[in-house]
Every structure is written in structure tokens, then in C-alpha cells.
């Protein structure tokens, strides 16, 4: 992507109280990640394409740190009360801002609320111009895209657009813009890759 996009996207990220790290490839940005969830006294994690593409899920298992997954229903209210939580962002705006598309609404209400520290990986294909754009992305992208992945019996599955349907297996449920966090709490890996939906 841009450099001047990339380094506009990070100052206005920073300037919105995200700590942002910039890495031109995945391979660099793997071994800060787990050198920040070393200090962790409990890890958990929201749904990422991009987290299980880097592989990160199972070095933590390897190193024998504290995760908890959140796979089973039953592990999703336990995961918000994690020190760290992984996961990544449907899209990152060049005004600062992160755009997320839920079906539970675990993973918007953890970068929310919840863990004390939250660590977002993601490429810079999910940079967008603006919140809009970054909700069309969710919409023309990374939900037909996910709800393939997850065999849910939805329109968007066969059209490739989210059709606003009213199924029950729909993924698209709760959506969240984080605008300015805590300061110190949200850290953002940002990777000069295409990385997932």
C-alpha cells in the first residue's frame, strides 16, 4: 500500500490514543506480538483469519502460555475477562478509527471493554477512507467472505454481498466503531500485507 496513506492512517491512529507498531511483513510483526503476551497472566482471542494465518494461536500453545480459547459458547463471557486478547479489525480507517462487524458480539464487546490489554493484528488491505467505506468493506468483503469460511446457510454465501438478510445463521449481528480508547489498552500491529477478510 502508500506509504504516505500507511503513515497518514498510523498518526491518526496514535493521535486517537491506539499504540500502533508498523511492520512491512508478518514474519517481523510475529515475534513482538508474542514477546508483548509474555507478561500475560491470561490470554484469549476473538475470531481472526489473520491471527491463524500468522499462527500465533499455536506458538502461544507451544510456549505453554495461559490461553483460553473461545470456540465453545461457553468460553466467549470467560474470554472478555482475559488480561490479553488477540484478534484483529474488519477495518482500520485512515481517520483513525477500527470498524467491527459481529455475529455474538464477543469480539467488538472485548476490544471494547473487558481485557486489560488488546492487541489488534491486521494488513494494511483493511485500511478504508472513512467509517462508511470501512462498513461497505464489512459488507462487500469480510462477511460473505467469513460466512463462506464458516459454512452458514446465508445469502451472501452465494451472492458475495451482504443482502441484510433475516436468517438465523446470519454473521452480521452487532457492529462497533472505536473511535478514541483508553490510552495504553488497544495496540495495533499494522502489517504491510494482505492479511484476511
Request: glycine content about 6%; overall charge neutral.
Amino acid at each position: 500500500m502508500n506509504i504516505d496513506i500507511i503513515n497518514e492512517t498510523i498518526r491518526n491512529l496514535e493521535a486517537n490514543n491506539f499504540t500502533v507498531h508498523f511492520f512491512p511483513k508478518a514474519a517481523d510483526a510475529v515475534p513482538e506480538i508474542l514477546k508483548k503476551l509474555e507478561q500475560a497472566k491470561s490470554i484469549s482471542r476473538g475470531g481472526s483469519v489473520t491471527v491463524d494465518k500468522l499462527g500465533i494461536i499455536e506458538k502461544i500453545k507451544e510456549r505453554g502460555m495461559p490461553f483460553r480459547d473461545y470456540i465453545k459458547r461457553e468460553d466467549r463471557l470467560p474470554s472478555l475477562m482475559a488480561e490479553y486478547y488477540i484478534t484483529s479489525s474488519n477495518a482500520v480507517t485512515k481517520d483513525g478509527k477500527l470498524v467491527n462487524m459481529d455475529g455474538f458480539g464477543n469480539r467488538v464487546a472485548a476490544i471494547s471493554c473487558g481485557p486489560k490489554q488488546v492487541l489488534i493484528v491486521v494488513g494494511t488491505n483493511k485500511i478504508v477512507n472513512d467509517v462508511d467505506e470501512g462498513i461497505e468493506r464489512i459488507k462487500e468483503i469480510a462477511a460473505p467472505l467469513n460466512a463462506k469460511r464458516l459454512n452458514k446457510n446465508t445469502p451472501c454465501v452465494e451472492s458475495g454481498i451482504c443482502e441484510d438478510c433475516d436468517s438465523p445463521e446470519r454473521i452480521c449481528r452487532v457492529i462497533s466503531i472505536v473511535t478514541r480508547p483508553y490510552k495504553d489498552r488497544v495496540t495495533i500491529y499494522l502489517i504491510d500485507e494482505e492479511l484476511g477478510y
